[in-house]
C-alpha cells in the first residue's frame, strides 16, 4: 500500500503545482546555452581584396558590406563633411546608369544599397535575395568603382545639406550634441567639427574624386559578407565583380589623443520656450582596446546604460523629471567620449543636474552584488541578441576588422563578461567617473533655468545662443 | 500613431530581401486556448538561442472614456511597475539580470508587450506576465499612479512638444474625426486628461480589459513546443477568467468636406500635411494606399520625390504612409518647402501629380518595382524573433485583426494582387479633394507662407 500511496501523492502533487505555479520566489533558471556562431571564414581576392565571410542559411538573404577605413574624422580641415557627402554621391550615378536608373534597378530587385561615412569608418551595404545577388553585387561594384560625381547632381545634394543645416536651428538635440562635442575637442582636432556653410559650399567635383580614388583602395578596404551563401559559391561572383577594385595602401593621418576634461564648466544654451532641457554630461572615456572594456561596459550598464540602470531609476521611475536618462562610452581606436544624457522637463532642470551628480557620486562608492549581477548579466547573457539578423552580424564582424579583434573574441565574449568581478567595476567607476571634472551642456529656456542650475553651485556656468552654436544662419 | 514605454535606442526599420515569386512565406505555429480563455500562439525557430515572448491586449486608446484620454498609454506604463509577487522596479532588474530586453507600446486598437530573452529564461517571462495579467492590482496604489504621470506627462513634452513639427499631430485626430469617434483623441493623450486620472480608473480599466480572454500570448524562438506549452499552462493557470467585453460601435468615420487649417510652430522651414481617411486594415483598398504611398513617395523615381525634390528642388523633403487601423486608417502626405518656397506652390504641384494618378494609370514597370521592395519587407520580418516587428509580435498583429496568425502570404498576396487601373481607382476613390484636411504648419509670425485654396 505504501508504494501506491506515494504514487497517487506524486500525481496529486504535479497536479496543484499545475494549478498553483509557485510565485514566491521568481523561477530558478537553468544555465544559459553557448554561444557558439558558425566559423568566420577569412581570404582574399585575387587583386588582394580581403573578404570576412560568415555563412547563415536560415533565410534565403545576403548581406555585403564593403567598408572603408577612412571616415568624417579623416576629413581635410575645411573640407568637414566631405566623407559624408562623397558617399551619398557613389550612387547618384555611376557607370552608364543615371541616378534614377541606378535607384529604378535596386529597387526592382528588391535589393537594398546604401553608402554613407561614420566618425573612422565609410560603407557601401548591400541587402539582397540570394537569388538576385548576380545583379545586385552589378550594380553595387558599379557604385563603388565607377562613380559619376556628376556636378549636377553635387549640386543638388549641396543645396539639400545647406537646407538641412538650417533645420537644425530648431532640433534642441542636434545642438545639444554639436555644442558637447565642440567645447569638449580641443579645436585642433577632428572631433569637434561638423560640416557647415563654408565647408558644404566649398566641395568641388575634384575633391569628391579624390576622396573615392585615395580611399577605395584593397589596403584601406574589406568586403563583409553574411548569409544564405559558402565561400565557393559566392567567390566566382566576388572575382567576376570586385577584382579590378584597386590594388594599394594609405596611411591616414594619426588621430590625435584628446585632452581630458579639466574642472567643471557649464554650458546654457538659451533655446526660447523649450518645453523640456535637454542634458549631456561628460568626459574623455576611453579606447576599445582598453584592457579594462568588460569591467567599464558593466560598470556602464549600471550607471545608465539599461532600463533598470540608476540613471534611468532615478530621473524617471524615481522623480518623474524626465522620460528616460542614461549613458554610455563611445569606445573609439582612441579614447572616446563618456556621454551621461536626458531631456528632463524644464522647471525641475536644476534638481535634475544635480540627481545625475549624486548617481555619479554614489557610483564610486562600493558596489552591491544584486546590481553587479545585473549588469554583468544583462551584457553577458544578452550578447547573442547581436547575432540574430545579417546586418547585425555584419556590424559585428566590421567592429573585428577595425578593432583587430581576435577571430575567437565572439565565442569567448560570454565567459570573458561573466568573469567580471566587484574590483574591477568599482576600479572602473572611480577611473572614468569623475564628477569633479565634466563638462555640462544644457540646452533650454535660460529665463526658467537659470536660477535652479546656479542653486546648485556646480560650476561657473556660460551662456550661448544657439547661432554660438550652430554659427550664423545660412542664408538661402 | 504608436508610441512606446521607453525610448526606442539606435531602432532602425530595414527593408531587407526580396521574395521569389514562386516561394511562400510560411510561419508555422501551435495554437491552444486555455481554460481562462487565454490565446496562445507557439512559433519555433532554432536559430539562436533566443525566445521572443510577446503579448497583446486587445484594448487601446480608442476604448477611452471621455475625460480620460491617454488613459490606455498611461496604463501600459503601470503594467511595468510590479504585481502581487514582483515588488516596485523589480520587473525590469529580474529580466536584464537573465539577459533581457523588455518594452511595450500602445496604439488606439491594442497594447503590446515583450521580452526578448536567452531561452533558458523563458519561465522567467511567463511569470512575469502572468503575475501582472492576474494580480496586478495587489500591489498598487496610487502613488504608482502618480508616479507614471509624470513620466508619460514627458514623454508628451520629449515626443510632441519639444520636437520640430510635433504639435500638428496632436491637433490631427480631432479634425479628422467625428467628437464620439474612438480615434478622435490622440493616444498620447491631453495633459488635463493625464492629470485627472485616478486609482480607482486604474482598477476599472484593469478589471474590465486585462483579462486573458482579451488577450493574446505568442512565443517565437529557440523553443520546445511541448515543454513551452506545458509551461505556459502552468503558468496562467491561475489567473482569472475576465467579465465580457462589449464590443467598440464607433460612427461612421466619413470626411465630408476639405477642412483648411494653419498652425504656427518653432519650425524654420513650412510644411505642408494632407490627410485623408482610408479603408481599415486588412479591408478591400487597404493595399491599394499602401502601395500609393510607395508610388508617390518611396525612393528617388517616386512620382512625388522625383518631382519636388529631385527635379524642381523646391522642397527639402517629401513623405507619404498609410497608419492602418481597425476601424478607419489615415493616408498622411507631408512636404517641407524649401526657403522661399510657399505651401501654395507645394500643393498646386502635389495635386497635380495626385490629379494625373487619378486619370491615368501607373506604368506596369513602376508598380512592379513598389510590389517588389513591399515583397522585401515581408521576409525582413522573419529574419528575427523578437522585438515590436519580429515574427512573435507580427504573429499576435495577424492574429488580433484578421484571426489567422500565419497570414504572411495572405498579406503579401494582398499586395501582388493589385493591378494598375485599381491604383487609379483607389487614387480617385480615397484621395479626393473635398474630403481631407489640409494643413500648413509655418514659421511663427509667417502664416502669409500657408496653404491658399487656389
Known amino acids: ?476 | 500613431m504608436k508610441i512606446y514605454r521607453s525610448v526606442l535606442v539606435g531602432a532602425v526599420l530595414l527593408l531587407i530581401g526580396f521574395v521569389a515569386s514562386a516561394q511562400e512565406i510560411t510561419v508555422p505555429y501551435e495554437q491552444f486556448t486555455l481554460p481562462n480563455g487565454l490565446n496562445v500562439i507557439l512559433h519555433k525557430d532554432n536559430t539562436v538561442p533566443r525566445i521572443s515572448v510577446n503579448m497583446w491586449y486587445h484594448v487601446g486608446s480608442g476604448s477611452e472614456k471621455p475625460g480620460r484620454t491617454g488613459f490606455a498609454h498611461l496604463f501600459e506604463h503601470i503594467l511595468f511597475e510590479g504585481s502581487q509577487h514582483v515588488p516596485e522596479g523589480k520587473f525590469d532588474q529580474w529580466l536584464e539580470a537573465a539577459g533581457a530586453d523588455n518594452n511595450g507600446s500602445t496604439t488606439e486598437d491594442r497594447t503590446n508587450y515583450y521580452e526578448d530573452l536567452p531561452s533558458n529564461a523563458l519561465d522567467l517571462a511567463l511569470f512575469l506576465e502572468s503575475d501582472r495579467m492576474g494580480f496586478l492590482l495587489q500591489s498598487l496604489n496610487a502613488g504608482t499612479v502618480d508616479g507614471q504621470r509624470d513620466v508619460v506627462k514627458n514623454e508628451r513634452r520629449q515626443s510632441y512638444e519639444n520636437r520640430p513639427y510635433g504639435k500638428a499631430s496632436l491637433e490631427l485626430p480631432g479634425l479628422l474625426y467625428p467628437k464620439d469617434h474612438p480615434y478622435s483623441w490622440t493616444v498620447i493623450g491631453s495633459m488635463e486628461d493625464l492629470s485627472a486620472a485616478s486609482y480607482q480608473d486604474v482598477v476599472d480599466f484593469f478589471s474590465m480589459y486585462y483579462a486573458p480572454g482579451n488577450a493574446s500570448l505568442s512565443i517565437a524562438g529557440d523553443i520546445d513546443l511541448a515543454a513551452t506549452r506545458k509551461a505556459v499552462e502552468k503558468w496562467f493557470s491561475d489567473v482569472p477568467a475576465g467579465k465580457p467585453i462589449s464590443k467598440i460601435n464607433p460612427p461612421a468615420a466619413v470626411l465630408t468636406e476639405e477642412k483648411r487649417v494653419v498652425m504656427e510652430d518653432k519650425v524654420q522651414l513650412p510644411r505642408l500635411m494632407m490627410v485623408w481617411l482610408t479603408p481599415p486594415s486588412f479591408q478591400p483598398g487597404n493595399a491599394e494606399m499602401d502601395l500609393v504611398s510607395n508610388l508617390l513617395t518611396g525612393g528617388k523615381n517616386s512620382r512625388l520625390y522625383k518631382k519636388l525634390v529631385y527635379e524642381l528642388q523646391i522642397a527639402q523633403n517629401v513623405f507619404a504612409y498609410q497608419d492602418s487601423k481597425k476601424f478607419s486608417s489615415e493616408f498622411y502626405l507631408s512636404a517641407t518647402a524649401r526657403p522661399g518656397v510657399t505651401l501654395t506652390q507645394l500643393e498646386k504641384v502635389i495635386q497635380e501629380e495626385i490629379d494625373k494618378l487619378k486619370t491615368e494609370n501607373p506604368q506596369e514597370r513602376e508598380l512592379q518595382r513598389v510590389k517588389n521592395q513591399f515583397e522585401s519587407g515581408f521576409i525582413g520580418q522573419i529574419e528575427s524573433a523578437g522585438g515590436f516587428s519580429g515574427k512573435a509580435n507580427q504573429l499576435n498583429q495577424y492574429y488580433y485583426y484578421t484571426g489567422n496568425p500565419d497570414y504572411f502570404n495572405e498579406d503579401l498576396q494582398r499586395y501582388k494582387a493589385v493591378s494598375i487601373s485599381d491604383i487609379s481607382a483607389a487614387v480617385r476613390l480615397y484621395l479626393k479633394d473635398n474630403a481631407r484636411v489640409v494643413m500648413s504648419i509655418v514659421p511663427e509670425g509667417k502664416t502669409d507662407l500657408a496653404a491658399k485654396k487656389n
Not at chain 1, 569608418?121 to 562613380?147: H, N, Y
Not at chain 1, 545647406?162 to 542636434?174: C, H, K, P
Not at chain 1, 557649464?266 to 533655446?271: A, G, L, Q
Not at chain 1, 582596446?289 to 524617471?316: H, K, P
Request: glycine share 8%.
Open chain 1, 1 to 476: 500500500m505504501k508504494k501506491l500511496i506515494i504514487f497517487c501523492l506524486l500525481l496529486a502533487s504535479i497536479a496543484v503545482t499545475a494549478q498553483n505555479p509557485d510565485r514566491s520566489t521568481p523561477p530558478a533558471l537553468a544555465k544559459a546555452k553557448n554561444l557558439q556562431l558558425p566559423a568566420i571564414q577569412k581570404f582574399t581576392l585575387s587583386n588582394g581584396l580581403p573578404v570576412v565571410l560568415m555563412e547563415k542559411h536560415s533565410v534565403p538573404l545576403v548581406q555585403v558590406n564593403l567598408l572603408i577605413q577612412t571616415g568624417s574624422f579623416d576629413d581635410p580641415a575645411g573640407k568637414e563633411g566631405l566623407s559624408s557627402i562623397a558617399m551619398d554621391l557613389l550612387d547618384e550615378g555611376a557607370g552608364d546608369y543615371t541616378a534614377l536608373q541606378l535607384a529604378d534597378e535596386i529597387e526592382f530587385l528588391g535589393a537594398q544599397i546604401s553608402s554613407f561615412s561614420r566618425s573612422f569608418t565609410s560603407e557601401v551595404d548591400c541587402s539582397a535575395p540570394v537569388s538576385r545577388l548576380d545583379g545586385a553585387l552589378k550594380l553595387m561594384s558599379t557604385i563603388v568603382l565607377k562613380p559619376s560625381f556628376a556636378d549636377a547632381e553635387l549640386e543638388r545634394l549641396r543645396k539639400l545639406r545647406l537646407n538641412g543645416l538650417l533645420q537644425n536651428y530648431d532640433e534642441a538635440n542636434v545642438i545639444a550634441q554639436r555644442a558637447f562635442n565642440s567645447l569638449l575637442f580641443s579645436s585642433s582636432t577632428p572631433y569637434g567639427k561638423f560640416a557647415n556653410e563654408q565647408s558644404i559650399r566649398s566641395y568641388s567635383k575634384s575633391d569628391l574624386e579624390s576622396f573615392h580614388t585615395r580611399n577605395f583602395v584593397t589596403g584601406n578596404s574589406t568586403l563583409i559578407i553574411v548569409g544564405d551563401v559558402t565561400k565557393e559559391s559566392v567567390t566566382p561572383l566576388l572575382e567576376k565583380y570586385f577584382s579590378s577594385y584597386p590594388a594599394g595602401a594609405i596611411t591616414n593621418a594619426a588621430k590625435p589623443v584628446p585632452q581630458q576634461v579639466k574642472g567643471r564648466t557649464i554650458y546654457v544654451v538659451d533655446k526660447p520656450g523649450a518645453a523640456q532641457s535637454v542634458i549631456r554630461i561628460g568626459r574623455i572615456g576611453t579606447s576599445r582596446g582598453d584592457a579594462e572594456f568588460n569591467n567599464i561596459v558593466v560598470m556602464n550598464t549600471i550607471l545608465g546604460g539599461s532600463f533598470a540602470s540608476r540613471l534611468n531609476t532615478n530621473l524617471r521611475e524615481e522623480h518623474g523629471y524626465s522620460y528616460g536618462a542614461g549613458s554610455g562610452f563611445s569606445f573609439w581606436t582612441i579614447p572616446g567620449p563618456f556621454t551621461a544624457s536626458s531631456s528632463v522637463q524644464t522647471d525641475v532642470t536644476g534638481p535634475a543636474l544635480g540627481e545625475f551628480f549624486n548617481e555619479f557620486k554614489k557610483m564610486r562608492s562600493p558596489l552591491p552584488e544584486e546590481d553587479l549581477n545585473r549588469g554583468k548579466n544583462y551584457d553577458a547573457l544578452g550578447y547573442a541578441g547581436n547575432f540574430e539578423t545579417n546586418s547585425s552580424i555584419a556590424a559585428a564582424l566590421a567592429d573585428l576588422v577595425i578593432y583587430q579583434l581576435p577571430d575567437a573574441y565572439f565565442n569567448s565574449y560570454v565567459e570573458k563578461a561573466l568573469a567580471v568581478n566587484k574590483k574591477g567595476v568599482e576600479a572602473a567607476a572611480k577611473k572614468y567617473i569623475v564628477p569633479d571634472n565634466m563638462l555640462i551642456v544644457v540646452v533650454g529656456d535660460r529665463a526658467k533655468i537659470e536660477e535652479g542650475i546656479r542653486k546648485l553651485k556646480l560650476g561657473k556656468i556660460n551662456f550661448l545662443s544657439i547661432e554660438d552654436v550652430l554659427g550664423k544662419k545660412p542664408q538661402l
